[in-house]
């Protein structure tokens, strides 16, 4: 099956600074990128939908100036959560399709600010 | 609104056959997905579903039926492995997933 890889799978950062996230597609190219937050024992939800060359499309609630993403090639998506606060630590995981049948996820990043 | 409906706990014993439904009301139907997530991992495809009937791959079984905006996963002869959260996903008309919030399987010894 087709492989999305995620990048860092931990990290702690101080309250205040920026974290750079990154998802590639190892084997296929993604011509759609997903970015989703879970809270624990929450379902996933959709942070915003990243398409090749063209700004992210956010969901409602979603602060982009807070969670930028940038999807600068057809195989790397990178979510940057800047001035991070302790309410921002949570699991993130990306997503990239393949056509329209399978969405393969990457390991997930838990952020943990302090 | 769009909705997407499933139990949030089940406990079944190991080597048994437990049944995960999911019922959906969407914008349009482009697909049915099921996911496993183990805690603090990310989820794992298992199926999709875009006609109706059923989709057998080993232990794992995948039901659908549109009319009904209904579909089941079958896990047979469980394992203490499968101890995880199952999650129903359905893609809209415009190919956007939405997510259920997933049904936590407890396996008993």
């Known amino acids: 099956g087709a492989v999305v890889s995620q990048h860092p799978s931990r990290v702690i950062c101080k309250s205040g600074t920026s974290v750079k996230i990154e998802c590639r597609s190892l084997?296929?190219?993604?011509?759609?990128m997903f970015w989703y937050r879970q809270f624990p024992k929450k379902s996933l939800m959709l942070m915003a939908t990243?398409?090749?060359?063209?700004?992210?499309?956010?969901e409602q609630g979603v602060e982009k100036d807070k969670f930028l993403i940038n999807h600068a090639s057809l195989t790397l998506s990178t979510l940057t959560v800047t001035s991070a606060h302790p309410e921002d630590s949570s699991f993130y995981i990306c997503?990239?399709?393949?056509?329209?049948?399978?969405?393969?996820f990457g390991q997930g990043t838990r952020l943990t600010v302090v | 609104g769009q909705n997407i409906d499933q139990p949030t706990e089940m406990t079944a014993t190991e080597g048994a056959i437990v049944q995960i439904n999911c019922t959906y009301q969407?914008?349009?139907?482009?697909?049915l997905f099921w996911y496993q997530q183990h805690a603090g991992e990310a989820p794992t495809f298992l199926s999709y579903?875009?006609l109706d009937g059923l989709e057998e791959k080993g232990r794992f079984s995948s039901f659908l039926s549109r009319s009904k905006g209904y579909s089941y996963l079958l896990l047979k002869e469980l394992q203490m492995k499968d101890s995880a959260s199952y999650l129903c996903?359905?893609?809209?008309?415009?190919?956007?997933?939405?997510w259920g919030a997933g049904t936590k399987l407890i396996i008993k010894p």
């Open positions: 997503s990239a399709t393949k056509g329209v049948t399978e969405a393969f």
């Open positions: 084997d296929f190219q993604a011509t759609t």
């Open positions: 990243s398409n090749e060359g063209s700004k992210a499309t956010y």
């Open positions: 969407t914008s349009g139907f482009n697909g």
């Open positions: 579903n875009v």
């Open positions: 996903a359905v893609t809209d008309s415009n190919y956007q997933l939405i």
